[in-house]
């Protein structure tokens, strides 16, 4: 058996406009997708992935191609579940030569699904590093990255940036524009997350942004915008870089991230993708006195992020209605990790 696992991600700002080739910076959080992967002797693939919940029913299913669960679940909701396991298994038997592999994979998640925090990424990132190490081939970080974008976009339908996976498989903060993709230095941020135990659809959302993009000049430009906060941000987070940031006391850069945060936010909400929920997890962290909150991913719902060192957006958020769980996040340094 080989056993893999991967970290998902915030976004610091960047999310949607990434799509269209801004910038993004997301960083990896301790919150794990963990896939253990072991060979069968023919070509079937066995799924096990028991924390899956689809629209209320929680299903365990065997089978790929061949057998489905069987469960009293439209076979379509299943096939859309089991799209990035089952793309990541087709990425593995390609890059290890050996298209009729098959195997029993289990995954467990400690992310939850479709709030923007990454999971479908994680997931993708850890089968593939799993299923190609049991298949005898080791693929760097970065071959995992490029591998898992193939996934995901091939799910998403061609809507998918390099982000997500490629921040899950080398883990810190990073900085992806286009094809252009590295790890940048970001200081010790203080990061809480906020879930109000929902999920968005990514696809969707992302249609619904590009629809209001061809639609009207200015919210192409409120995309273009996005990028500039970004490119204003990256320079405070690592002024070593860039000196324009140099000079300016460290507090005081995490404070004007927030500020920027708080931005980014206001115009992904025009751009249609924020929801109550969100945003009332959002005025929570802001008058609790957070440097910043913004959502983080897709959107529609799911989480926030914001940025506070003291206790009090934690607290804050655990009283706010709307708000099912609230958690401090460590960044993750590591990203894919090989465990077996
Ligand atoms: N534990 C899991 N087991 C199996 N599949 C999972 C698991 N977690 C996530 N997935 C897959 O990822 C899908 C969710 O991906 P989606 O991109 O919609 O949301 P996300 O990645 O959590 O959020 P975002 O992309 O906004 O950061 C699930 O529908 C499922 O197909
Ligand atoms: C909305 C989006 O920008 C982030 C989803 O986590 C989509 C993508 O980058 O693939
Ligand atoms: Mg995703």
């Not at 995954?107 to 925090?117: K, Y």
């Not at 209605?321 to 460590?330: S, T, V």
Request: aromatic fraction near 4%; glycine fraction near 12%; include cysteine.
């Amino acid at each position: 058996m080989t056993v893999s696992s991967a970290p998902g991600k915030v976004y610091l700002f960047g999310e949607h406009a990434v799509v269209y080739g801004e910038p993004a910076v997301p960083c990896a959080i301790e919150r794990r997708a963990t896939v253990s992967v072991t060979a069968r002797d023919d070509d079937h693939v066995r799924v096990e992935a028991s924390d899956l919940s689809l629209d209320g029913f929680t299903v365990e299913y065997a089978g790929s191609t061949d057998d489905r669960p069987d469960v009293d679940v439209p076979a379509g909701l299943v096939e859309a579940a089991m799209g990035y396991i089952d793309a990541a298994v087709e990425q593995a038997r390609d890059a290890a030569d050996a298209p009729g592999a098959g195997f029993d994979i289990t995954v467990e998640s400690e992310i939850p699904l479709g709030a923007g925090l990454g999971s479908s990424a994680a997931v993708t990132v850890a089968g593939i590093d799993a299923a190609t190490r049991e298949l005898g081939t080791t693929l760097s970080p970065e071959a995992i990255a490029d591998r898992a974008y193939r996934a995901e976009s091939a799910v998403q339908k061609g809507e998918a940036s390099r982000a997500d996976t490629f921040c899950s498989a080398v883990g810190g903060a990073v900085r992806v524009e286009g094809d252009d993709c590295r790890r940048i230095d970001a200081p010790d941020l203080p990061i809480v997350v906020g879930f109000d135990g929902g999920a968005g659809d990514t696809g969707e959302l992302v249609s619904g942004v590009r629809a209001l993009k061809e639609r009207y000049g200015f919210a192409a430009d409120t995309v273009e915008t996005i990028g500039d906060i970004v490119r204003t941000g990256e320079r405070l987070l690592d002024p070593d870089a860039d000196d324009s940031g140099a000079g300016v006391d460290a507090a005081d850069r995490i404070a004007e991230v927030g500020d920027l945060m708080n931005f980014n936010h206001g115009l992904l909400e025009s751009l249609g993708v924020s929801s109550r929920s969100l945003d009332s997890m959002v005025w929570a962290a802001r008058e609790a006195g957070a440097h910043g909150a913004k959502l983080t991913g897709a959107g529609g719902g799911g989480c926030i992020v914001a940025l506070d060192p003291t206790p009090e957006t934690l607290t804050a958020l655990r009283f706010t209605p709307g708000c099912e769980e609230a958690f401090r996040a460590e960044l993750a340094t590591d990203g894919v990790r090989r465990l077996e």
